[in-house]
T-cell receptor, first 116, second 113 residues
């Protein structure tokens, strides 16, 4: 079974530039998550999709971050403009459905973003 | 406001001994708990979980214990192996509230040969 695919693996940008990350979840997984993991911290949820609808984006800094999940499969996360504090690993995860036992999310390898 | 706390940033254990990783939570609505393991440059991988209707779940060398009254859970690894060296994250969520996973900050386990 193919896992969650993310690209790119690494990205270095200057502050105020824009950047986009891509995620392809496990086939058949209806729920997709984007997490931000700052060094020394646990992953923090940015946005959760159920199919192509947003379930939770309460912690997404909407003035600079946006995400979409076209056709309920692939997803992109964009930051525009980036700030130094956005330096982190951005993890995409997917799960079958959100609920009893099914919230066992499978994670991709992440994209390490460095803003200089 | 940290709802899931892992107060030990690191732990060193001799190979063959028991590793005990601890996790505390503050949200009494949490009713499902998971442990994830993370190697460098990889995403977290699911290790073991427990529902609030149980107080213990075992899978091979890994056992998770849940003490609901104390809002505390622990992961026991017996015997510890060098390949277990990784960062371990505790995570929790509220099934009925359809909340997302909330993670602790992680504990780095080093198993020394």
């Amino acid at each position: 079974e193919a896992g969650v695919a993310q690209s790119p693996r690494y990205k270095i940008i200057e502050k105020r530039q824009s950047v986009a990350f891509w995620c392809n979840p496990i086939s058949g997984h209806a729920t997709l998550y984007w997490y931000q993991q700052i060094l020394g911290q646990g992953p923090k949820l940015l946005i959760q999709f159920q199919n192509n609808g947003v379930v939770d984006d309460s912690q997404l800094p909407k003035d600079r971050f946006s995400a979409e999940r076209l056709k309920g499969v692939d997803s992109t996360l964009k930051i525009q403009p980036a700030k130094l504090e956005d330096s982190a690993v951005y993890l995409c995860a997917s799960s079958l459905i959100h609920g009893q036992g099914a919230n066992k999310a499978f994670f991709g390898q992440g994209t390490r973003l460095t803003v200089v | 406001d940290q709802q899931v706390k892992q107060n030990s940033p690191s732990l060193s254990v001799q190979e063959g001994r028991i590793s005990i990783l601890n996790c505390d939570y503050t949200n009494s609505m949490f009713d499902y708990f998971l442990w994830y393991k993370k190697y460098p440059a990889e995403g977290p991988t699911f290790l073991i979980s427990i529902s609030s209707i149980k107080d213990k779940n075992e899978d091979g060398r890994f056992t998770v214990f849940l003490n609901k009254s104390a809002k505390h859970l622990s992961l026991h690894i017996v015997p510890s192996q060098p390949g277990d060296s990784a960062v371990y994250f505790c995570a929790a969520y509220d099934i009925s509230g359809n909340t997302p996973l909330v993670f602790g900050k992680g504990t780095r386990l080093s198993v020394i040969a």
